[in-house]
Nanobody
Framework: QVQLAESGGGLVQPGGSLRLSCAAS????????MRWYRQAPGKERELVAT????????TYADSVKGRFTISRDNAKNTVYLQMNSLKVEDTAVYYC???????WGQGTQVTVSS
């Protein structure tokens, strides 16, 4: 069955960095675009970044553009989110998703606080 396992979250000070990973299984990873979403307490889930399946083209929410980088390793069935210059408002649970596949992982908590 489809599984998405996010990891790499934690507590970091403003201005710090984290690298999230999402290990995928149960589907042909290289054929699917992948996305990172986040959900802060009391807010709707927000699309953060997308990477396409073939060309690896990327798009970002305006709120993270220039600070976050999405990437993928098709040999490892893994998608990453490098987060730099973190802000308090980046605090959320982060989820990965395969576009067109209705499964979600458990998410990984990112807390940015001094």
């Amino acid at each position: 069955q489809v599984q998405l396992a996010e990891s790499g979250g934690g507590l970091v000070q403003p201005g710090g960095s984290l690298r999230l990973s999402c290990a995928a299984s149960g589907f042909t990873f290289r054929r699917y675009a992948m996305r990172w979403y986040r959900q802060a307490p009391g807010k709707e889930r927000e699309l953060v970044a997308t990477i396409t399946s073939v060309s690896g083209s990327t798009t970002y929410a305006d709120s993270v553009k220039g600070r976050f980088t999405i990437s993928r390793d098709n040999a490892k069935n893994t998608v990453y989110l490098q987060m730099n210059s973190l802000k308090v408002e980046d605090t959320a649970v982060y989820y990965c998703n395969a576009v067109g596949i209705g499964y979600w992982g458990q998410g990984t908590q990112v807390t940015v606080s001094s």
